[in-house]
């Protein structure tokens, strides 16, 4: 068992019986009344995200977890497919569980949580950011860096996003998973 004091972003909990990450957190110290921390928990089950305040000192229940690097192979009817590159063995896992599946590429590293004493998958989370080639887009027009204007344009993986004026069909760039905006164009490496 913990306590608020030991809240940090990432720590897995169970909160009302299920399984939660802290995503956000804040400890708040009124001038008058008890301290609180309030936080923002991710129900690693449903992937819905709730606001919760805990009073100053609760005891919380931790979760065992352990980070596992696995390699994107398929998707078919039955799941999203991945492979442990330690031990080759496979996983299928649901798109619930995947933080952007729409950026999942074949042969793509990802790293997935598992509970440690049901060694079961809780979240697959994809690279911070992802290289991508853009497969269609408008032409673009040399020089046109002055706007912020943004167009839209399909990537590989068939998600569509948008992209600066100046972006031609054929090119790589880079996009924040979480967000699912183009950040810049990709330098190689």
């Given at each position: 068992?913990?306590d608020?004091?030991?809240?940090?972003?990432?720590?897995?909990?169970?909160f009302n019986?299920?399984?939660?990450?802290?995503?956000?957190?804040?400890?708040?110290?009124?001038?008058?009344g008890?301290?609180?921390?309030r936080t923002?928990?991710?129900?690693?089950?449903?992937?819905r995200?709730?606001?919760?305040?805990?009073?100053?000192?609760?005891?919380?229940?931790?979760?065992?977890?352990?980070?596992?690097?696995?390699?994107f192979?398929y998707?078919d009817?039955?799941?999203?497919?991945?492979?442990?590159?330690d031990?080759?063995?496979?996983?299928?896992i649901p798109?619930?569980?995947?933080?952007?599946?729409?950026?999942?590429?074949?042969?793509?590293e990802?790293?997935?949580?598992?509970?440690?004493d049901?060694?079961?998958?809780l979240?697959?989370?994809?690279?911070?950011?992802?290289?991508?080639e853009?497969t269609?887009?408008?032409?673009?027009?040399?020089?046109?860096t002055a706007?912020?204007?943004?167009?839209?344009?399909?990537?590989?993986t068939?998600?569509?996003?948008?992209?600066?004026?100046?972006?031609?069909?054929?090119?790589?760039?880079?996009?924040?998973?979480a967000?699912?905006?183009?950040?810049?164009?990709?330098?190689?490496?």
């Amino acid at each position: 068992m913990a306590d608020t004091s030991d809240i940090r972003n990432g720590l897995c909990i169970t909160f009302n019986g299920n399984p939660h990450q802290i995503i956000e957190f804040l400890h708040v110290k009124p001038g008058k009344g008890p301290a609180f921390v309030r936080t923002k928990l991710r129900n690693l089950d449903t992937g819905r995200v709730i606001d919760n305040t805990f009073p100053s000192g609760s005891k919380l229940e931790i979760i065992r977890i352990e980070n596992r690097n696995y390699q994107f192979l398929y998707e078919d009817p039955s799941g999203w497919h991945f492979m442990n590159m330690d031990d080759f063995n496979q996983i299928t896992i649901p798109k619930e569980l995947i933080n952007a599946p729409q950026f999942l590429k074949e042969g793509m590293e990802c790293q997935v949580l598992f509970h440690a004493d049901e060694d079961r998958p809780l979240v697959c989370e994809l690279p911070q950011k992802v290289a991508l080639e853009i497969t269609y887009t408008e032409p673009g027009i040399k020089g046109d860096t002055a706007t912020n204007t943004l167009k839209p344009a399909t990537v590989e993986t068939g998600a569509e996003i948008r992209v600066p004026l100046f972006i031609d069909q054929g090119e790589k760039v880079v996009i924040d998973t979480a967000s699912g905006d183009y950040k810049e164009r990709y330098k190689g490496e």
